[in-house]
């Protein structure tokens, strides 16, 4: 609203924000009474104010409840959401709140799908997408396009090269719009958008856009609110208008049947589009909304299209070699052996000694140690059992058995100790003459020695160190001679010697 001798926007402003003092109130109704054909201005100036507050205290909640079922939602949350949209006003402010139904109307005619305002009307209250003297929210609208089988997409901050896109593909489109930036000069617009915000009131239907770059660019509209609805703008006042709703725009995906559309006689339906727009021509349209971030350089895509399809075709040719590698092609285990160094017996070789392996549903498998051997190979298991468990068993006399679980893998390390069983040197000793035990006998191995006691018995303990395979035993005694003799180490076999007296 300009400025005047009597009245300024700020006071304006604080009028309808109820800031205003009670001097200050008496002088706008004064205001008014002498310009009464602003009231209904100031009247949708208030109720603006008013939906923006609800916006400010509720925008969370409106982001997050528009998404949910309409039978969950009250009408007072219904009324907030389309607020949100500004693409309605309640009946009584002079618009038409059926504008979205009616746009969706003629575009399900040049479908060939006729159905009345009342039906439509009753279907969107049916299902949340319109509210009486209240409009439809913008989240809704096209709703009714994909319920009668017309598939129909939503954008926000679309740009005019996307109308042309798709109008040059013959799909319909729908606009969100602020009204009165149509019917305002630009001086009022700017007064509007500082007052009200740059909030949509209006929907449109584009029917053509002139982009003849001899002339202004105009473009033709259609408002489904009055009969005589072909309008044609420029370009500069429609965007501004197309501004205040986000650049809110719906499209159908599929061109208008010819039957119903005549002006379609030379629609390449094969092809998907028209070849040039105006002056404009379809690959032009691609690139510039690719300029733009929207869309990806024909090329490009064609480009990117043969590399994808070279990667997934290299991808499944390498994940189907390795799955015959999985299951056809076997592997060997080696199994490292380790004597644990702390029980290391010097010169014992390692004797009977044996690895039994079991996994999955296979049978156990045997394989025999030889002496020194530090490595065994177990072949040809199948790679569908790599990284699964098996139970593993090593064997040999004079040593621990080892019981483990483990992961099936090319390498896996055994560590192995003496059980001990190798520690002593036990026996008796007897005269060779009457076969008495002898007491008293001294007995030697290497450094260790000991004397048999009343029977004649002896127990020596060999330190891991000093168990050899081979070792020198002797026995003495006074008045007998020196006997020796060779150890066989042995666990359960005692030692029976006989001495002669000299």
């Known amino acids: 609203m300009s400025k005047s001798t009597y009245i300024s926007d700020e006071l304006i402003a604080k009028y309808l924000e109820g800031k205003a003092t009670a001097e200050e109130c008496s002088f706008v109704k004064s205001y008014i009474e002498e310009h009464p054909e602003e009231w209904l201005w100031l009247e949708t100036a208030a109720q603006e104010l008013a939906y923006q507050d609800i916006e400010k205290r509720e925008r969370a909640g409106i982001y997050q409840k528009s998404l949910l079922n309409k039978e969950e939602m009250d009408d007072d949350m219904r009324y907030a959401i389309s607020k949100h949209g500004k693409i309605d006003f309640a009946a009584d402010d002079g618009v038409d709140c059926s504008c979205a139904i009616k746009a969706q109307q003629l575009i399900l005619s040049d479908y060939g799908i006729f159905v009345s305002t009342a039906e439509l009307t009753r279907v969107a209250r049916e299902n949340g997408w319109y509210i009486d003297r209240k409009g439809s929210p913008m989240d809704f609208v096209g709703e009714l396009l994909n319920y009668y089988n017309i598939p129909a997409v939503q954008m926000r901050n679309a740009n005019v090269y996307h109308l042309i896109h798709e109008l040059s593909q013959g799909h319909k489109v729908i606009v969100g719009i602020d009204i009165n930036d149509l019917n305002q000069s630009k001086q009022w617009q700017e007064y509007d958008d500082l007052l009200l915000g740059k909030e949509a009131n209006h929907v449109l239907l584009v029917a053509s856009i002139q982009t003849d770059a001899s002339k202004p660019a105009q473009i033709v509209l ?36 010819v039957e119903y559309n005549p002006g379609m006689q030379f629609f390449d339906y094969d092809q998907g589009h028209i070849k040039q727009f105006a002056d404009l021509t379809y690959n032009e349209i691609i690139k510039r909304l690719a300029d733009d971030g929207f869309f990806s350089d024909p090329q490009k895509i064609k480009t990117k299209k043969l590399i994808l399809w070279f990667s997934l075709t290299a991808m499944l040719l390498v994940l189907a070699g390795f799955f015959i590698f999985y299951l056809f092609i076997p592997f060997n285990m080696k199994v490292n052996l380790h004597e644990d160094p702390a029980y290391h017996i010097p010169n014992l070789p390692l004797k009977n000694g044996k690895i039994t392996i079991s996994y999955g549903s296979q049978k156990s498998h045997q394989f025999v140690i030889t002496e020194n051997q530090k490595e065994v190979i177990i072949p040809d298991l199948p790679q569908k059992y790599r990284n699964t468990e098996a139970r593993l068993i090593f064997e040999a006399d004079g040593f621990e058995t080892v019981d483990t679980i483990l992961l099936l893998h090319k390498t896996v390390n055994i560590s192995y100790r003496h059980n001990n069983q190798l520690a002593k040197i036990f026996g008796v000793v007897v005269d060779s003459q009457n076969g008495q035990c ?7 191995v290497q450094n260790l020695s000991a004397l048999t006691d009343e029977q004649g018995c002896f127990n020596i303990d060999i330190p891991f160190a000093q168990q050899k395979q081979v070792q020198t035993l002797s026995a003495y005694k006074d008045g007998y001679m020196l006997w020796t003799g060779t150890y066989e180490p042995s666990s359960c076999n005692p030692w029976s010697i006989v001495l002669e007296k000299q």
């Open 222 to 257: 259609s408002d489904p609110s009055h009969t005589d609805n072909s309008r044609t703008i420029s370009m500069e006042q429609f965007m501004s208008a197309w501004e205040d709703s986000g650049y809110f725009m719906v499209a159908t995906t599929q061109p208008a049947p």
């Open 438 to 444: 002898l007491s008293g006998v001294t007995i030697k």
